[in-house]
C-alpha cells in the first residue's frame, strides 16, 4: 500500500510507465486508474488514438473499437504489477484501412513486456535454474527457454590459448555425452569452449575446423587420458604435452589405498594393525613430511589388545606386514617429492626409478599403474621439468572451473540439451568476468 500510495498522481505514474519499459507519450494521461490487489496493483491506461494512418498518411482518422491486453510485471517480492492496455483499433476516413497504432514496450500480441524480456535474459546469465526464472517473471519455463535461445542462438568460442587445459566432466548418463571435453586458458581462467564428448572423432573434427588457431597453442596440459596422447600426436606434436602431478600421484594413491585394503583384510580380527590401518588409512596416503610431529607421536592404544604406541611405530608395523604395501608407499612419498626436480633429465631418472621399483613388486594393480606412466613418460616428466618453463602446469584451474559447472548442473537439477547446456556455462561465466572486471572488452557481436 506504501508504493499505490506514493505513485498516485498523474505525472508519478506516467513516469512509473516509463521505467517499467513503456512510453508514457502513448497513453491517454486523463484515462490511467490505478486499482489495489492482494498481490500488488493494477495500472489500467488506455491507448492514444493514432496520429495519422500507417498507409496513407492521413489524420482523418477515428477510433473505431478498443480491447483489452494484459501483461504482469513483478515489482518486488510479494509486489506484482498488472497493466492492463486498453489497445486502440483506428480506422482511416480515407482509405477506409483498420490498424492499430505502434505501442512502444510490448510486441504485438506478446504477453511479456520488453522489461520483464531483458530481466529474463539478464537473469540467463546467472546461475538460477530456467523454472525459478519463469516464476520470477510469471511465465512458464518453456517461454523462458524459447527466449534464451532467441537471444543466444550461438555464442562464439574464445580463440586457442597459447595454454590449453582440457579436461573432463561427468554430464549424462547417454554413452555419447557421457563426459564431456571443457577446454580452458591457463592464465587467464576462462572457458574456451565445451565439446559434447572426449570421443577421438569429436576432438578431431572440432580443432580440424580451428585449424588456422592450433599455431596459438605453446602447451598442452590435460590428464592421462589415452585420447589425448592421439589428439597430441595428430595436431601439436610439434608442442610439448603436459600431464598434471595431481592425476599422476592420484593413479599410484588409489593402488596403495587398495593394497592397504587387502593387507588389512589378511590381519586377524582382534589385530592392533588391522584396527590402525581401518581408522587411520588417510595418513598412509598423506605425504609423510607434512605430518606434523604432533600427530605421528600421539598415542594410539589398541582396546581388545591393550597395545600403546604412537602413531609412526604404527605406521611402520603396518608397512612391513607386505613388501608391496612398503613398496607402493615408499614410491607415492617420492612422487610427493616432485618439487624438488627442475631439469627434464632429473625428472626422467626419478620416474624410471618409482617405475623399476614398482615393475619389481609383480603386483599386477602396481605393475598396472607402470605401464600407465610408461604410456605417458613424457608428459610426466615434461610437468617435473619447471628449468625450462616459465610455469608449474596443472589442471588445477580446469578442476575448479569443472567444480563451477558441476555446481550450474546441480542447481539447474541436471541438464539434457547439450548445446543450451554449453551456450549458458559459457555466458555465466563470462557474465562473472565482467563483473570482476568491469572494463574489460565486450565483443559487440554477442550475444543481441
Not at 6 to 28: A, H, M, P, Q, T
Not at 257 to 265: A, C, D, G, L, S
Not at 298 to 309: G, L, P
Amino acid at each position: 500500500m506504501e508504493l499505490l500510495r506514493s505513485i498516485k498522481g498523474g505525472d508519478i505514474i506516467l513516469s512509473y510507465l516509463d521505467l517499467c519499459g513503456f512510453n508514457s507519450e502513448d497513453f491517454v494521461e486523463s484515462e490511467i486508474e490505478i486499482l489495489p490487489t492482494d498481490d500488488g496493483f493494477i495500472i489500467e491506461a488506455t491507448q492514444k488514438k493514432a496520429d495519422s494512418c500507417p498507409l496513407c498518411g492521413s489524420t482523418n482518422v477515428y477510433i473505431h473499437d478498443q480491447h483489452k491486453r494484459v501483461t504482469h510485471i513483478r515489482h518486488s517480492h510479494d509486489s506484482i504489477i498488472h497493466f492492463v492496455i486498453n489497445m486502440t483499433r483506428c480506422t482511416c476516413n480515407d482509405c477506409f484501412s483498420s490498424f492499430t497504432p505502434k505501442l512502444h514496450g510490448i510486441e504485438k500480441y506478446s504477453k511479456i513486456s520488453d522489461f520483464s524480456k531483458s530481466k529474463i535474459i539478464e537473469s540467463c546469465k546467472k546461475v538460477i535454474p530456467f523454472k525459478a526464472i519463469a516464476e520470477e517473471n510469471l511465465t512458464t519455463r518453456t517461454r523462458v527457454i524459447q527466449l534464451f535461445d532467441e537471444a543466444f542462438p550461438y555464442v562464439e568460442p574464445l580463440s586457442l590459448p597459447e595454454v590449453m587445459c582440457l579436461d573432463e566432466i561427468r554430464f549424462f548418463t547417454d554413452y555419447e555425452t557421457k563426459y564431456i571435453l571443457v577446454i580452458t586458458n591457463f592464465l587467464t581462467g576462462e572457458i574456451v569452449d565445451i565439446l559434447p564428448s572426449r570421443k577421438m572423432d569429436v576432438m578431431k573434427e572440432y580443432f580440424s575446423s580451428r585449424y588456422s588457431q592450433l599455431k596459438n597453442v605453446k602447451y598442452l596440459v590435460t590428464d592421462m587420458y589415452e585420447g589425448f596422447n592421439n589428439l597430441h600426436h595428430s595436431f601439436f606434436r610439434n608442442i610439448p604435452h603436459i600431464i598434471d602431478l595431481f592425476h599422476v600421484i592420484e593413479d599410484l594413491s588409489r593402488a596403495v589405498n587398495k593394497i592397504r585394503t587387502e593387507v588389512m583384510k589378511k590381519e586377524p580380527d582382534d589385530s592392533g594393525t588391522k584396527s590402525f590401518m581401518k581408522s587411520h588409512w588417510k595418513l598412509f596416503l598423506a605425504r609423510f613430511r607434512e605430518i606434523p610431529n604432533v600427530i605421528l607421536y600421539k598415542k594410539y592404544c589398541h582396546e581388545k589388545t591393550h597395545i600403546e604406541k604412537d602413531y609412526y611405530s604404527w605406521m611402520q608395523e603396518c608397512l612391513n606386514l607386505d613388501i608391496r604395501f612398503y613398496t607402493a608407499y615408499r614410491c607415492l612419498q617420492e612422487m610427493y617429492d616432485y618439487s624438488k626436480f627442475s631439469t627434464y633429465e632429473e625428472g626422467e631418472n626419478h620416474l624410471n626409478r618409482i617405475i623399476t621399483l614398482l615393475e619389481s613388486t609383480f603386483d599386477d594393480e602396481l605393475i598396472k599403474v607402470a605401464e600407465t606412466y610408461r604410456k605417458n613418460f613424457v608428459g610426466i616428466v615434461n610437468c617435473l621439468d619447471k628449468k625450462t618453463r616459465p610455469y608449474r602446469f596443472t589442471t588445477g584451474i580446469a578442476e575448479n572451473i569443472n567444480n563451477h559447472i558441476k555446481t550450474i548442473i546441480k542447481v539447474c537439477y541436471g541438464c539434457t540439451n547439450f548445446e543450451r547446456f554449453r551456450k549458458r556455462v559459457l555466458l555465466i561465466s563470462r557474465f562473472k568476468k565482467m563483473e570482476r572486471n568491469p572494463g574489460m572488452k565486450v565483443y559487440k557481436r554477442h550475444y543481441f
